[in-house]
């Protein structure tokens, strides 16, 4: 595995000529614009120097396992990225960031709201001198409200946004999920309300908008969780219901579940009509599948622990191959639950270009995901490995307006 995936695509990306300058650290910010650097845009990562003993840069760069010191992990968060050493927290580093927003079209920071304002880098202060400038801010509990000053991480975004009542087992303490995807769902509506921005400065719509006119994207981490919880709010609403936790189930919808089987699990999704019945025949359970309280989903939901038993007889008694096997050839949605160990040697992902090698400053061989989404005419590319701290200060700070 030698090869690497660093391109230069043959046809012009999407976000070409788009210059984006990223103040923000960790996950939710950077995840935006490692998203936007993926289709084109120029994203300059704006990074602190060392200071008091601590390393500098994105904190990112030293979180979980790391090589020669940084994080495998900076392969993904920031490929494709320039980085420039400022200080921030002098008049001289604010002066030269304010200088680069100038040029920029997209500035992402993810601060402790008012920072930026203390910091003479509010948006007001920015637009003033580029009134096209669209600024993403991402926080805990966005721009506005009684809560705006608070610290906010994802962990408490998905407790707060309703996500971590619901993931446990009944009766148990809520678990979360293994990775921050309150960060990565707010990076995500981060990159979408930049993406609206645009359009609405090309377009000149607003109220009493000029042509070439910016504005603020405001991603608050509890309300990009709360954005996909699905019916839990209009259920409470309607009918007092406090939707609660139900391990592996759907509940509502039936079936689908996770089941044993004699060598581990699957996940199955019985829950249209016609699947359910396709699912109860290829398992030899034709009176379920002829059941006319059974051929939609509220009569299924009546008699979902029964149904659970059906599948869970059949699964356990079978190898998970098996299963696969059977239900793919009776086109019922079934799967595996992978590791890393089944994504890297899946052949689907490799077909579809979503486990990538690209190799380090110093030469480590790293397999990275892919880009998404798959564009047919712009596509996105991996152009840059993750940069060393300051790599690009030099030449980024040349082209600056004298």
């Known amino acids: 595995m030698n090869a690497t995936a660093f391109t230069t695509p043959s046809t012009p990306q999407a976000l070409a000529g788009l210059r984006v300058i990223e103040l923000g650290q960790l996950i939710a910010g950077p995840f935006a614009g490692k998203t936007l650097a993926d289709f084109g845009a120029e994203v300059i990562k704006v990074e602190p120097p060392a200071a008091d003993g601590a390393a500098g840069g994105d904190p990112l760069r030293q979180w979980r396992m790391l090589h020669n010191g940084t994080s495998v992990w900076w392969q993904v968060q920031s490929r494709n990225k320039k980085s420039v050493v400022l200080d921030l927290r002098s008049d001289e580093g604010r002066e030269t960031a304010a200088r680069l927003i100038d040029e920029a079209d997209v500035v992402i920071e993810n601060f402790k709201p008012g920072t930026m304002e203390k910091w003479g880098l509010g948006y007001e202060q920015l637009s003033a001198r580029n009134p096209g400038l669209i600024m993403l801010r991402i926080s805990g509990y966005g721009q506005s409200g009684p809560y705006r000053e608070r610290p906010g991480f994802a962990v408490v975004a998905e407790a707060m946004g309703g996500m971590r009542y619901l993931n446990a087992e009944p009766g148990r303490i809520p678990v979360r999920a293994g990775v921050s995807l309150g960060d990565t769902l707010a990076g995500l509506h981060g990159v979408i309300g930049v993406l609206l921005a645009l359009q609405a400065r090309q377009a000149s719509i607003g109220p009493d908008a000029p042509k070439g006119r910016g504005q603020v994207v405001d991603v608050a981490l509890y309300e990009a969780v709360f954005n996909c919880m699905e019916s839990l709010l209009p259920e409470f609403s309607a009918f007092g219901a406090v939707r609660q936790p139900a391990g592996s189930a759907l509940p509502g919808i039936a079936p689908s579940n996770a089941y044993a089987c004699a060598d581990g699990m699957v996940v199955i999704g019985g829950n249209g009509d016609s699947i359910f019945k396709r699912l109860m025949i290829a398992i030899g359970r034709d009176d379920l599948a002829t059941d006319p309280e059974l051929a939609s ?106």
């Open 297 to 402: 989903n509220p009569g299924r939901v009546k008699r979902v622990a029964e149904i659970d038993v059906a599948i869970g007889a059949w699964t356990g008694a079978r190898p998970v191959q098996q299963v696969l096997d059977v239900l793919n050839a009776a086109s019922v949605p079934v799967g595996r639950i992978y590791s890393a160990q089944d994504i890297a040697e899946d052949p689907h992902y490799r077909a579809r270009d979503m486990v990538l090698p690209v190799t380090t400053h110093d030469g480590l061989t790293v397999e990275v995901p892919g880009i998404v989404p798959k564009l047919s005419r712009t596509p996105g590319a991996i152009q840059r490995r993750g940069p060393m701290l300051g790599e690009d200060t030099d030449e980024v700070l040349a082209r600056l307006k004298r």
